[in-house]
């Protein structure tokens, strides 16, 4: 999936499962039922024609159980996805189109009729109802004697039920209202960030370019950043540049400083841009997944952006570059016993990403 598909899919989802306003949030600051919610839209994120859920609402309260329920139920009418449910609760087993148990190892088939019970209201509305069979005239009526209290309950439910109606349709019409508004505003944030998402991750491109080595233990650091669309500028700003070598399973950090004065200001990037650095390397003990050579690792984060003065437009870029680097007190001839280099063995040797 393109990058800025991804956002777009991603943030449509997190809309329709009621995280339009959180789609920012980190984890632990969203409760039970959101933390839910966007694990359904992460399951759902590459449109799988079958989800698998195992005691999906174990873990949760009654109201928040039946409102993750209501949202699978109408995620897969929407999705049109197959839907297999785990549970040991029998009353949301009962959404279910098929429902099985399994005995000593056998699915067998089981049933569970819905119990039909009369909803209140509609109980109260017969029996209400019911007055009004063969009633009366109402010159009849007023010959009996006078009016008791309670007679006119059904005129009167009635008038306040129409009034409720139309206020309950108009609450709902303004929640469609915001709720379409708030997906719209959402929808458009996902398509900005993923515009520059692909801006700051598929246009710039960066590499190590060189390390030069001063001797003791001091080396020169040379990463290039290009801008394969040359027609429109990239503007980064204030790269931050930390250098570790691998110590054990441990990251040791060692002393870096840019070589350029302006590293730490904003660059406009057309073409090609180099940025230089100063470190050191002096580290016993080294972890060698290269006989004689250390495990280096380079850690970039930088702020990117289309504008030269952004507001809300910034993307925060982070890369690591690997690369096995020859420690300043190993000569030559000793790397050279095991490693059986053509010539004379490189200061360094570029890793892949990982």
């Known amino acids: ?21 959180r789609a920012d949030a980190y984890l632990d600051s969203m409760s039970g039922g959101e933390q839910r919610r966007a694990a359904i839209a992460r399951a759902l994120i590459n449109s799988p024609p079958l989800l698998l ?35 040991h609760n029998l009353s949301l087993a009962r959404h279910a189109e098929r429902v099985y148990e399994m005995r000593q190892g056998v699915l067998v088939p089981l049933d569970l009729p819905d119990a039909i019970v009369e909803p209140q209201h509609r109980q109260r509305q017969l029996r209400l109802g019911s007055a009004d069979i063969g009633r009366e005239p109402a010159a009849s009526r ?12 059904w005129r009167s439910a009635r008038t306040f039920g129409l ?15 915001v709720a379409k508004y708030q997906e719209r505003q959402v929808g458009q944030h996902g398509e900005r960030l993923a515009k520059l998402a692909e801006m700051a991750l598929s246009r710039l491109q ?10 003791d233990g001091r080396y020169e650091l040379t990463i290039s950043l290009s801008n394969v ?18 110590v054990g ?38 972890t060698q997944l ?51 280099f053509a010539g004379k063995p490189p200061v360094w040797i570029p890793m892949p990403p990982h």
């Open 142 to 153: 007023n010959a009996r004697g006078p009016i008791l209290p309670g007679s006119e309950l």
């Open 53 to 87: 859920a195992d005691e999906p609402t174990s873990d949760l309260d009654e109201d928040t159980e039946s409102e993750i329920i209501a949202l699978l139920e109408e995620l897969q009418r929407t999705e049109a996805f197959g839907f297999v449910l785990v549970t």
């Open 163 to 177: 009034a409720g109606a139309a206020i309950f349709a108009g609450i709902l019409l303004v929640d469609f209202a």
């Open 229 to 246: 669309d040359d027609r429109r500028p990239i503007y980064v700003m204030s790269p931050d540049m930390r250098a570790y070598v691998q």
């Open 1 to 21: 999936m393109a990058v800025a598909e991804a956002y777009r899919r991603a943030y449509d989802l997190l809309a329709r499962v009621g995280l339009a306003d």
């Open 290 to 340: 290269l006989p004689n050579y250390m495990h280096v690792r380079f850690a970039d984060t930088m702020l990117v952006s289309p504008s030269s003065t952004p507001k809300d437009d910034v993307f925060e870029r982070k890369d690591n570059y690997y690369v096995y680097l020859k420690p300043f007190d190993v000569s030559d001839e000793i790397v050279a016993r095991r490693m059986k």
């Open 249 to 286: 399973k441990l990251w040791q950090e060692v002393p870096l400083t840019p070589s350029d004065d302006d590293a730490g200001g904003v660059s406009k990037i057309e073409g090609e841009r180099t940025y230089r650095y100063m470190f050191e390397a002096r580290v016993k003990n080294f």
């Open 206 to 215: 960066g590499e190590v370019q060189s390390i030069s080595d001063f001797g």
